[in-house]
């Protein structure tokens, strides 16, 4: 779970402090995604050249009893999506970038329920498996006309089945809250986090890819980017590629005696089906 609020789902992992990685990572974003990435773990930035090219916005379901936030990715003809944990189905309305809009679920990846909140997709239970976190909706016509449009911006591509590949670089683009308060995360915008493709763990659905970042400092410096896109850069086409949702991230630890170590911290990203 990954609002911008506390969740049994997602562990808070240790912090790590800066090293020469950073400063190469740094220079990376410079390149605009053109160059290796080093291993990780990866920084954390505002901002990456050309990055703009690829529209995220800031979703809100008004019905949370918490104040909370996520992010979505408009993905063409009007549908947008997102991850599922966000938004409470049935749903007919949402605030996307502060505007109240009609909305109509196109496609789920599983069912929401509240049990959800609780971990359910984490551990297993009920639909658990964390591939079906995704929600596609629709926004339908506003109320008294006019209101801005939700396209995927120009210079940008959304391909769910892209092939990934080890090592490649990824950036996770959207509304992480950095412990910050709503009206914060509106003016300063969406985030990049840089990192790179790694193997997934054997029990990861095929339709989940791993990403190693910098874990958080704390349990929800990534909350509200939940529902971001993954984008790499396609170097033949000149362009971004949205090929996923940030869904969360998750880690193993193991302990022998009074020895406690973490064996993998990653990030998950969610590859819904790009039809419907």
């Known amino acids: 779970m990954c609002m911008s609020k506390p969740s049994p789902s997602t562990k808070m992992p240790r912090p790590v402090s800066t090293s020469l990685y950073t400063a190469l990572l740094m220079s990376v974003f410079r390149l605009a995604g053109c160059a290796d990435l080093p291993v990780q773990p990866a920084s954390v930035v505002n901002a990456a050249p050309r990055t703009d090219s690829v529209r995220v916005c800031l979703l809100i379901d008004p019905r949370w009893e918490l104040p909370g936030w996520g992010t979505c990715v408009p993905i063409g003809n009007g549908v947008i999506a997102t991850s599922l944990h966000l938004v409470q189905t049935p ?4 605030s996307i970038d502060g505007q109240t809009v009609p909305v109509e679920v196109v496609a789920a990846g599983g069912v929401w329920h509240s049990k959800n909140l609780d971990g359910a997709i984490a551990h297993g239970d009920d639909w658990g498996d964390v591939s079906k976190d995704w929600l596609k909706f629709k926004v339908g016509k506003y109320a008294g006309g006019g209101g801005q449009s939700f396209e995927p911006a120009p210079g940008s591509m959304i ?17 992480a809250s950095y412990d910050l308060e709503l009206e914060d995360i509106k003016h300063r915008g969406p985030s990049v986090i840089a990192g790179r493709v790694t193997q997934a763990p054997k029990n990861w659905n095929g339709r989940i890819a791993a990403v190693a970042v910098e874990p958080p400092l704390t349990h929800d410096q990534y ?43 990653l990030t998950q990203v969610v590859r819904p089906p790009m039809h419907p």
């Open 223 to 265: 909350g509200g980017l939940s529902g971001g896109a993954a984008v790499v850069y396609d170097q033949e086409t000149n362009q971004w590629v949205v090929v996923g949702l940030f869904r969360g991230n998750r880690e193993r630890r193991n302990r022998f005696g009074p020895f406690e170590w973490t064996e993998w911290n």
């Open 91 to 94: 749903v007919s309305s949402l």
């Open 159 to 175: 391909d769910f089945d892209r092939p990934l590949h080890i090592g490649e670089p990824i950036y996770l683009i959207g509304f």
